[in-house]
């Protein structure tokens, strides 16, 4: 009938909408627009069927327009429930004593989970927002003023170069610090598909003195409480900013105690489970578990110092840049602290309560300043390599000559694997041959 026929016609369009939007809350989909955390929770389905591909109501008319009786229609989706059911149920699992294990399948339920929509991922999603905005990856402008996103683009259109929520420039590639789409040609472009037409845009791109963000362009961002470039700063003036605008249901509060973290410096600096990094890795992982995480982690061994890389600003000098720029600066104010502090000793004498508790503070510092200097010899190591990244790669090549510093076994396997002539194929497997760095 024409009533099935519009019914049908309508569903896909329908079903890729509904999907887009959801995709659009999350990182790393191509659609992604703006995390959860700033979206009215509840406003998206989140499960789809696997018994209905058009579901129940258009199916009852196709069956109806087939000339199926109810209790032939009935018959007929019990028996393909039964097909399915048998088709996706998990063998049995036994223990070592041969019993039968707990049943950990779905219980007959065919409803399979598109995204986890729990508040530790929402909260873990926004995070990781934050960070993409200091790095320059999302554009804050859309947190601020989400009429500013494309218009979503046709299903047969290409697909983006970037997703909706990129930072771009007016080419409608990554934007960099003398590159950023002005909010005019935003609203100018037709979708995230195509880019505006520069004819009837009269300015087209800002610099970064004039983007509403201080965005760190150089690809590096230390965790260094109290400095002014520090990652835990820089993520809460981004979130101050938003909050200011869109007035989130939660604040950092929130998003704490939803991590399981005092302060979002613990969050960053918990290396395992629990933490940014673990967290960030299991984001972004491609088909077949491969992990491709963007943002870097290079810690020190206690903790107490790092630094945050973000992938797509590798280049044959980002190590130098970071050496030069944050780590060299941070041992030199450190060992200038020390200094004052064994002064200050010296000058209190050898005993009483002052001088005891600067005696903690000198023996804290030197503990301070030794993991600073090992940090840096590790980073240095890896700088003095020269290898000049090739982003073709892939991200865990690229991260295997910083092994000693990122806490991840998989840099340091694929970095053994190198080392043994693994990966030939690979930019850096030939660079690392030429050195004779290869067993």
């Known amino acids: 009938s024409q009533e099935t026929e519009a019914q049908v016609q309508h569903v896909p369009s329908r079903f890729?909408?509904?999907t887009r939007t959801l995709l659009g809350r999350f990182e790393p989909w191509q659609e992604f627009q703006l995390p959860?955390?700033?979206?009215?929770a509840g406003e998206q389905e989140t499960m789809w069927q696997l018994n209905t591909l058009v579901g129940n109501d258009v199916e009852r008319l196709i069956a109806t327009d087939a000339g199926l009786t109810e209790e032939q229609t009935i018959t007929l989706c019990r028996d393909l429930d039964e097909?399915?059911?048998?088709?996706?149920?998990?063998?049995?699992?036994?223990?070592?004593?041969g019993e039968e294990g707990e049943d950990e399948g779905d219980n007959g339920d065919s409803s399979q989970s598109i995204l986890d929509l729990s508040d530790r991922a929402v909260a873990e999603g926004f995070v990781s927002y934050l960070v993409g905005i200091v790095f320059g990856r999302w554009d804050i402008r859309f947190a601020l003023d989400p009429t500013l996103l494309p218009k979503a683009h046709a299903v047969l259109d290409p697909l983006p170069v970037c997703p909706p929520g990129t930072l771009v420039g007016a080419d409608g590639l990554p934007a960099n610090s003398s590159n950023i789409a002005s909010e005019e040609w935003l609203r100018a472009r037709?979708?995230?598909?195509y880019i505006a037409d520069?004819?009837?845009?009269?300015?087209?791109?800002?610099t970064s003195d004039n983007y509403p963000f201080q965005v760190q362009w150089d690809g590096v961002i230390p965790d260094d409480a109290g400095g002014t470039?520090?990652?835990?700063?820089?993520?809460?003036?981004?979130?101050?900013?938003?909050?200011?605008?869109?007035?989130?249901?939660?604040?950092?509060?929130?998003?704490?105690?939803?991590l399981g973290v005092k302060g979002l410096r613990e969050?960053?600096?918990?290396?395992?489970?629990?933490?940014?990094w673990d967290d960030h890795v299991?984001?972004?992982?491609?088909?077949?578990?491969?992990?491709?995480?963007v943002y870097w982690l290079l810690q020190s061994s206690k903790r107490n110092y790092a630094l945050w890389l973000y992938y797509q600003r590798l280049d044959k000098d980002l190590l130098f840049k970071a050496l030069v720029n944050y780590v060299e600066p941070k041992v030199r104010l450190e060992t200038s602290r020390i200094e004052t502090l064994r002064s200050q000793k010296s000058a209190a004498g050898e005993s009483g309560k002052e001088a005891k508790r600067l005696a903690k503070e000198v023996e804290r510092q030197e503990e301070f300043l030794s993991e600073l200097r090992d940090f840096e010899d590790k980073l240095r190591r890896a700088a003095d390599l020269h290898l000049e990244p090739d982003l073709n790669d892939g991200v865990v090549l690229n991260i295997a000559p910083l092994h000693e510093l990122v806490p991840w076994k998989e840099a340091r396997n694929y970095w053994k694997e190198l080392l043994e002539g693994k990966y030939e194929w690979s930019s850096i497997g030939k660079q690392l041959r030429q050195k004779g760095l290869v067993k």
């Not at 959860?36 to 009215?40: H, K």
């Open 83 to 97: 097909a399915i059911l048998i088709r996706t149920q998990k063998p049995d699992v036994r223990n070592a004593d």
């Open 229 to 258: 470039s520090d990652i835990v700063n820089l993520a809460e003036q981004a979130f101050e900013r938003i909050r200011r605008k869109s007035n989130p249901s939660h604040g950092e509060q929130w998003l704490c105690d939803t």
């Open 16 to 18: 890729i909408d509904a």
């Open 198 to 206: 520069v004819k009837l845009v009269e300015v087209c791109s800002i």
């Open 282 to 293: 299991n984001r972004f992982k491609a088909k077949r578990g491969r992990r491709a995480p």
């Open 36 to 40: 959860a955390f700033l979206v009215t």
């Open 267 to 276: 969050y960053f600096r918990r290396a395992g489970k629990g933490g940014f």
């Open 190 to 193: 037709p979708n995230a598909s």
